[in-house]
């Protein structure tokens, strides 16, 4: 059932046995773990199914380290979070529309593992323990098998590069469709009969009295100024890497520095994933473009696929580096990518539908770009009329290599870098004085990407290059002066990590290998916030795959509850 809080009166209990706040991928996947259970679920959902600009600024913050990605664009409220805005085109469906989704791929050993060199790392459960739960979030997903290794996506015209006596490897990512979330499954909780979705219900306070440390009720408001309770046994976070830390620390009226924080640990070791175009590959022999398609987004055997460069297990442990991975996207010369860019900016942003005396300036500055590149932009137009191509391939769309017809366009690979940035406390989601319409603090994100990360970014722009040029691939060009790398922001991928990183030792993390917080016996976190540590995978499927091992430990603990009995219109008795 859908319940609209607005219609809820003032200071109105609601009595649940499981209350999860966020109606995003993992609150949905949790959600249906317990349809046609005994146990009664009330999910959450600040917003409504459709986007709302007034709810929305509920999402806005301040950056005051580093500059990051705007705030209030990051963290979508709505019923299904931010699989709204996925923006993937992963092929045309039936009637000509895009698929549009998400990338998947799990962590590695690795990051599970407690490394020297990587201050603050090492999880208190090993990726062993996360298989099966894996496997099935691939079919949460609706996503191919669990498998990323080379051979099941390889093939004679879509060979991976020959690696060997490198520090590099080849590796996969999948994706998967965004409705499954947003769509598909709202259908199925809104005909579950133990199953409630609450919109428009912002939680603004956790309420845990001091002298029994559990959660016993929820506050939830919204935009009509009313505010509620929802009373239950069982509380699961599953708000994202900010919003969770963000109503934790502000639920402080027992608790002076927030709910679960006695080692004033919430909120911080914030993690992102740079993304940086960091340098250009002029392929060699090996490298060209008809030898490459494995690393495009193609279809495989029915599943969506693309290729990735990464470190060897090896290579990270020998030489001490962080785990980061590389991605290749064919170009044209620079005046003409520059061209293209241009073409694509005043398409994309509306400049030339209804423009503007303040947009002149603009629109002629990008208008010269594109005659720069006049020849080019003729033939990219046509050819994507001709053979459904994109003007300029990227993470947003693959296909290039299903047209041989034109690999002539083009002259090099750009490379982009995606990184694992290390944990560090400085790094921290914390609470501004200024509030929200809702009267809840609104966010400061202190953080910044430090040397440790530009120094180990830079190692593996030398060891590709190095690798480039052993192996035949081609000549790397760095983009930055003197080959030195810089990170300008903002650069992240907007994966928030680490805020309420999982850890054995309560001094050293806010929730327990079963995502408990350690200090609070009936509330639990479903997020990438309980990551100690991120690689560079996007996180994703390891939250549905931590969400699914949560959903397996509640049924465990839970109290058991008899069925109810119904008598039916015969008088016999049915559950």
Request: with cysteine.
């Given at each position: 059932m859908i319940v609209d809080s607005r219609e809820i009166s003032e200071n109105q209990v609601v009595e649940s046995d499981i209350c999860i706040i966020g109606s995003g991928p993992a609150g949905v996947t949790l959600a249906r773990e317990f349809i046609g259970t005994t146990n009664h679920v009330c999910l959450l959902e600040s917003g409504g199914i459709s986007q709302d600009a007034e709810i929305q600024d509920l999402s806005h913050g301040y950056s005051i380290g580093e500059e990051f990605l705007p705030l209030k664009d990051i963290r979508n409220r709505q019923f299904g979070g931010n699989s709204n805005i996925w923006?993937?085109?992963?092929?045309?469906?039936?009637?000509?529309?895009?698929?549009?989704?998400?990338?998947?791929?799990?962590l590695d050993d690795i990051?599970?593992?407690?490394?020297?060199?990587?201050?603050?790392?090492?999880?208190?459960?090993?990726?062993?323990?996360?298989?099966?739960?894996?496997?099935?979030?691939?079919?949460?997903?609706?996503?191919?098998?669990f498998s990323y290794g080379v051979d099941p996506w390889a093939d004679p015209q879509a060979k991976p590069f020959d690696f060997a006596n490198t520090a590099f490897t080849s590796k996969v990512f999948q994706f998967?469709?965004?409705?499954?979330?947003?769509?598909?499954?709202?259908?199925?909780?809104?005909?579950a009969p133990n199953v409630d979705i609450y919109l428009y219900a912002t939680a603004v306070e956790l309420d845990a009295p001091q002298e029994n440390k559990a959660v016993q009720r929820v506050r939830v408001s919204n935009l009509t100024g009313k505010s509620y309770w929802i009373e239950a046994k069982t509380f699961v976070l599953a708000t994202g890497g900010i919003e969770t830390a963000r109503l934790m620390l502000a639920s402080n009226r027992h608790q002076l520095g927030g709910?679960?924080?006695?080692?004033?640990?919430?909120?911080?070791?914030?993690?992102?994933?740079?993304?940086?175009?960091?340098?250009?590959?002029?392929?060699?022999e090996k490298g060209a473009f008809a030898q490459t398609a494995f690393y495009d987004l193609r279809q495989v055997k029915g599943s969506p696929v693309m290729g990735h460069i990464a470190f060897t297990k090896k290579a990270m442990v020998e030489q001490q580096l962080l785990n980061n991975a590389l991605v290749l996207f064919?170009?044209?010369?620079?005046?003409q990518t520059q061209?293209?860019?241009?073409?694509?900016?005043?398409?994309?942003?509306?400049?030339?539908?209804?423009?503007?005396?303040?947009?002149?300036?603009?629109?002629?500055?990008?208008?010269?770009?594109?005659?720069?590149?006049?020849?080019?932009v003729a033939r990219v137009v046509s050819d994507a009329r001709k053979y459904d191509q994109s003007l300029m391939h990227g993470f947003g769309r693959g296909g290039w290599s299903e047209s041989p017809q034109i690999y002539d366009r083009f002259k090099t690979y750009e490379v982009l870098f995606v990184g694992e940035q290390a944990p560090d406390p400085a790094n921290r989601v914390q609470l501004s004085r200024d509030r929200d319409p809702l009267g809840m603090p609104r966010v400061e994100l202190n953080w910044r990407w430090?040397?440790?990360?530009?120094d180990d970014a830079q190692r593996t722009q030398d060891l590709f290059a190095a690798a480039a040029e052993t192996t035949g691939l081609g000549r790397y060009v760095s983009n930055f002066e003197d080959g030195e790398l810089s990170i300008p922001g903002p650069a992240g991928m907007a994966h928030h990590l680490g805020t309420t990183r999982m850890s054995s030792d309560?001094?050293?993390?806010?929730?327990?290998?079963?995502?408990?917080?350690?200090?609070?016996?009936?509330?639990?976190?479903?997020?990438?916030?309980?990551?100690?540590?991120?690689?560079?995978?996007?996180?994703?499927?390891?939250?549905?795959?931590?969400t699914l091992r949560l959903a397996d430990h509640l049924k465990k603990t839970l109290p058991k509850k008899e069925a109810v009995v119904v008598q039916n219109s015969q008088g016999s008795d049915s559950p």
């Open positions: 923006s993937i085109k992963l092929g045309r469906k039936e009637d000509r529309q895009w698929k549009i989704g998400v990338r998947y791929v799990p990051d599970f593992e407690k490394r020297d060199w990587v201050p603050h790392s090492g999880w208190p459960i090993r990726r062993e323990e996360l298989i099966p739960y894996y496997e099935k979030a691939q079919q949460v997903a609706h996503s191919g098998p998967g469709t965004r409705t499954v979330f947003h769509q598909n499954y709202l259908e199925e909780l809104r005909a709910v679960g924080n006695e080692n004033d640990l919430v909120g911080r070791f914030f993690m992102d994933h740079p993304l940086l175009d960091i340098g250009r590959l002029t392929p060699g064919p170009r044209p010369s620079e005046r061209a293209v860019l241009a073409l694509k900016d005043l398409i994309e942003n509306g400049y030339l539908n209804h423009p503007t005396p303040q947009h002149w300036p603009a629109i002629a500055q990008k208008l010269l770009k594109v005659a720069g590149g006049l020849d080019y430090g040397r440790f990360n530009i309560p001094n050293q993390g806010i929730v327990n290998e079963n995502c408990q917080v350690h200090s609070v016996p009936n509330l639990y976190i479903a997020s990438s916030s309980v990551f100690p540590t991120g690689g560079y995978a996007n996180p994703t499927l390891t939250i549905l795959a931590l």
